[in-house]
C-alpha cells in the first residue's frame, strides 16, 4: 500500500502546481498540500479498515476425540513482525474477549455460529486462535473463498493454532472499485481543502473575530484528549459499576428511578437517569467498555471546560478565564473524580458553573430582575440538586449573599422566587430519600468524622495538591479582601464564591464533628462542586499579580498569559498524577477480572465455581458480558445454598468487602489456592 500512496502523492502534487499556477511558492503549497491529504486519506483507511480483506469463521461444534469441548477462540490477527492488527466484527456476534472474539463456553445468547471480520488488506499476516484441551473445530474462509477446517485442540491449558492468509498488499491484489475509491477519497479532500485555501481570508477574519472561543475550544480539546488517553487505562470500581447496573438500559425509566431509591438512596438520579439513556448508544462488544462507560462525564467535563471559560471572561476577564480554563483540564483531581466517574460526580463540575452562570445574569440585572433569569434560575438550582445533594449548601451560599444584596437594596424580593419554585419542587423527593436512606443506614453512615486539619486536606486535596494553584488561590483570597471595599463586579462575584465555599465546608464540618459524628459526611469528593469557584479565585488571583509586573510596560499581554498557560500545564504533570491517582485508592481490576475469567474455557463449567466476595447491582455484567448484550458468566458472592461437593475448581475475586472469615474457611478447608493472576489479582483454587 506505501507504493500505491507514494503514486497517489505524486499525482495529487503534479494537479496542486496547476492549480496554484499563480502563486509564488506553488511548489512548496503543492507538496504541503499533497502530505497533508495523503496522511489524511491514511488515518482515515486505517479506521475505516479500507482496502478490506473479509475472514469468515464458522464454529462447527465438533471436536477431536481428546477434545474436552468445542469452545472457539480467536486471539488476535498479526502481521509478519508480531504486530496485532485491527479489525472489526462487520457480521455476526460472538463474544468480545479482550480483543479477541469466544464462541462457547458461555450461554449463546446473541450468539450466532459464524463471523465475519473486516480488516485491512496487507502481505505475510495470520489469525491466531486459541489453543486448549477444551478447543473444538473452525471453518475458515477468506474473501468468500472455500471454507477450510482447523482445530484448536491442543492437550494445553494455553498455546496457540495460527493459519497465514494469503497477501493481498500489492496493487495487482486490488480490484477496480478500490482504487476508483482511493481516487475518489483523493479528490474529495483535494477540493475540500482547495476550497478552504480560497477562502483563508474569511477563516482568518472569523479566528480573528472569535478570538477568545477559539483558544477556549482548544484548551477543552486537550482536556478531552487527555481524558481520552487515559480514559480505559484502568477500571472502574465498584461504586461506578453500581451506576452501571442501577442505569442498566434494559430497565424502564421508573423502574431506574426505583431502583436508586432501593439501592442508592445517597445519591440523587439526574446522573443517573443520564447515564442509561447514554448507555443505549454505547456499542455493543467493545473493547473499550470502561473508556465507553465513563464517555457521558468525558463530554460533560469537556463542556465544562469551554463554559467555564465563558462564564469567566462573563464574570470577570479572558485573561482569568483562559487561566482558570488551563487550571481546570491540569486537574487532576477533576480527571479522576469527575471525567472518569461513572456516577453524579461526572455533571458536578458542569453543574456548578451553570449555576454561576446565572448567578452572574442575576448580577447584571440586579434590582431589575427579569423573568427569563429567574425561570432559569430555579433551572440552575434543580440541576446542581439533583446530580449531588452538596448541591443545596452551594446555593445556600449564594442565597446568603443574594440575601445581603437584598438589604442593600441592589435586589427586589423577587429574587426569592427561584429559591422557592425549586425548593417546592425538590423538596417532595429529598424527603422520601432522606425517609428510606435512614432505614437503609439508621444513624450511622461509614464517613470518619473530620478534625481541624480536615478543612486544610480538603483544600489542597480539591487543587491537586499543586503549589502553584495553591499559591495563587491565596493571592486571590487577600487581594479580594484588599479590594473589597471597590464596587466592581468581579469583587462582588469573588465574594460571592468565597462565601459559598465557607458556607459549604462550615455546614458540612459542624455537622459531621458536632451535630452527628457518626453520621459523617465529610468526604473530598462530596465537595467537587466548589473545585471551579476554588480556581477561579486562583486564576484572578495569578492574573492580578502578574499584571500589576506588566501593566504599561509590556504591550503583547496576550503573549505573557499564553506563556503563563504553557507553564501551568507543564507544572501540573497532568498525566503522570492521573496515573498516580487511578494506580492507588481509585483502582479496583473489576473489568481486569471479567477479562481474564471470560479468557478461562472452565469459568462456565458445571464444576466450577466463580466467587466474587463484592459486587454491587449488576453492572459488573456489563464487563462479563460486554455491554448486556450477551448472557453473562454465573457468579455468586459466597457458599450460601451451594453444594460444594459439587465443584473441583473455584476462582475467587476478593476484592473491596473481603470474603467473610466462615466462607473464607469453608473455602480453604476444602480447596487449595494453586496461582494468582497478577494484573486481575483472581485466585485460582483445586480442590484438596
Not at 475505516?48 to 477462540?73: G, H, M, Q, W
Not at 482447523?150 to 496457540?160: A, L, P
Not at 483563508?200 to 486537550?222: S, T
Not at 487505562?233 to 442501577?246: C, P, R, V
Request: charge should be positive; charged fraction near 15%; hydrophobic fraction near 45%.
Amino acid at each position: 500500500m506505501n507504493s500505491i500512496y507514494l503514486v497517489l502523492w505524486f499525482a495529487l502534487v503534479v494537479l496542486n502546481l496547476i492549480l496554484f499556477k499563480g502563486e509564488k511558492n506553488k511548489l512548496l503549497y503543492s507538496a504541503v498540500f499533497g502530505v497533508i491529504i495523503t496522511v489524511v486519506v491514511i488515518c482515515i483507511n486505517i479506521f475505516c479498515l479500507f482496502p478490506s480483506d473479509y475472514i469468515t469463521i464458522r464454529a462447527l461444534n465438533e471436536k477431536e476425540v481428546s477434545a474436552e469441548n468445542t469452545y472457539i477462540t480467536v486471539q488476535n490477527i498479526k502481521d509478519k513482525n508480531d504486530n496485532i492488527l485491527g479489525y472489526k466484527v462487520s457480521d455476526g456476534k460472538w463474544l468480545d474477549t479482550n480483543g479477541g472474539q469466544r464462541w462457547g463456553g458461555v450461554s449463546v445468547t446473541g450468539i450466532t455460529d459464524s463471523i465475519t471480520i473486516k480488516f485491512q488488506k496487507g502481505n505475510s499476516r495470520k489469525i491466531n486462535f486459541h489453543a486448549t484441551r477444551w478447543g473444538g473445530k473452525v471453518a475458515i474462509s477468506f474473501n468468500g473463498s472455500s471454507e477450510k477446517i482447523v482445530s484448536t485442540y491442543k492437550d494445553s491449558d494455553n498455546d496457540v493454532v495460527s493459519v497465514m492468509l494469503p497477501n493481498t498488499g500489492n496493487i495487482t491484489k486490488l480490484d477496480f472499485i478500490n482504487i476508483l475509491l482511493l481516487f475518489i477519497e483523493y479528490f474529495l479532500l483535494e477540493v475540500i481543502a482547495f476550497l478552504l485555501y480560497k477562502i483563508k481570508d474569511k477563516i482568518i477574519l472569523f479566528i480573528k473575530r472569535y478570538q477568545y472561543e477559539c483558544i477556549a475550544v482548544v484548551i477543552a480539546f486537550v482536556g478531552f484528549v487527555i481524558m481520552m488517553s487515559l480514559g480505559n487505562y484502568k477500571s472502574t470500581w465498584m461504586d461506578d459499576s453500581a451506576t452501571m447496573g442501577i442505569a442498566a438500559k434494559n430497565r424502564s425509566l421508573g423502574n431506574v428511578i426505583e431502583t436508586i431509591l432501593k439501592e442508592e438512596s445517597t445519591t440523587p438520579p439526574l446522573y443517573t437517569i443520564a447515564w442509561h439513556y447514554f448507555s443505549k448508544l454505547i456499542p455493543v462488544g467493545v473493547e473499550a467498555l470502561t473508556l465507553w462507560a465513563r464517555m457521558l462525564s468525558i463530554i460533560a467535563n469537556t463542556l465544562g471546560f469551554y463554559v467555564g471559560a465563558i462564564v469567566v471572561r462573563k464574570g470577570w476577564n479572558k485573561y482569568v478565564g483562559i487561566i482558570f480554563e488551563m487550571l481546570l483540564i491540569t486537574s487532576n483531581a477533576l480527571i479522576v473524580n469527575s471525567g472518569f466517574a461513572v456516577r453524579s460526580y461526572g455533571f458536578m463540575i458542569l453543574m456548578s458553573l451553570f449555576l454561576l452562570y446565572v448567578i452572574i445574569r442575576r448580577f447584571e440585572d440586579g434590582i431589575d430582575s427579569k423573568n427569563k433569569i429567574t425561570a432559569l434560575y430555579t433551572v440552575a438550582i434543580l440541576a446542581i440538586c439533583y446530580t449531588h445533594y452538596f448541591g443545596i449548601l452551594t446555593c445556600l451560599g449564594f442565597f446568603l449573599y443574594e440575601c445581603y444584596l437584598f438589604i442593600k437594596k441592589r435586589y427586589t424580593y423577587k429574587f426569592i422566587f427561584s429559591y422557592i419554585v425549586a425548593g417546592a419542587v425538590y423538596l417532595p423527593w429529598l424527603i422520601v430519600n432522606y425517609i428510606i436512606t435512614r432505614e437503609q443506614w439508621g444513624s450511622v453512615f461509614w464517613i470518619s468524622p473530620p478534625n481541624y486539619s480536615s478543612i486544610i486536606a480538603i483544600v489542597v486535596w480539591l487543587l491537586s495538591s499543586q503549589e502553584l494553584v495553591m499559591l495563587c488561590l491565596t493571592l486571590g483570597f487577600f487581594i479580594t479582601l484588599y479590594k473589597v471595599k471597590e464596587n466592581r463586579v468581579d469583587i462582588s462575584l469573588n465574594i460571592a464564591l468565597i462565601i459559598t465555599i465557607a458556607v459549604e465546608i462550615a455546614i458540612v464540618f459542624i455537622y459531621s464533628k458536632y451535630i452527628n459524628p457518626k453520621s459523617s459526611v465529610w468526604t473530598h469528593r462530596y465537595f467537587l462542586n466548589l473545585l471551579p469557584y476554588m480556581l477561579i479565585i486562583a486564576s484572578f488571583g495569578l492574573v492580578n499579580v502578574v499584571s500589576f509586573f506588566t501593566e504599561d510596560k509590556i504591550k503583547k499581554a496576550g503573549f505573557v498569559y499564553t506563556v503563563l498557560a504553557f507553564l501551568i500545564f507543564v507544572n501540573s504533570n497532568v498525566v503522570f498524577r492521573v496515573k498516580g491517582d487511578m494506580e492507588g485508592m481509585f483502582y479496583q481490576p473489576y473489568r481486569e477480572a471479567a477479562e481474564y475469567l471470560l479468557n478461562q474455557p472452565d469459568a462456565n463449567s458445571p464444576d466450577t465455581l466463580v466467587l466474587i466476595s463484592s459486587v454491587y447491582s449488576t453492572g459488573w455484567d456489563y464487563y462479563l458480558s460486554h455491554n448486556g448484550k450477551f448472557e453473562p458468566l454465573s457468579y455468586k458472592k459466597n457458599f450460601d445454598g451451594l453444594d460444594i461437593q459439587k465443584y473441583t475448581k473455584v476462582y475467587l475475586l476478593d476484592i473491596h468487602v473481603k470474603l467473610d472469615d466462615n466462607n473464607r474457611k469453608i473455602l480453604e478447608d476444602n480447596f487449595h489456592q494453586i496461582s494468582q493472576d497478577e494484573k486481575s489479582t483472581v485466585q485460582t483454587y483445586v480442590r484438596n
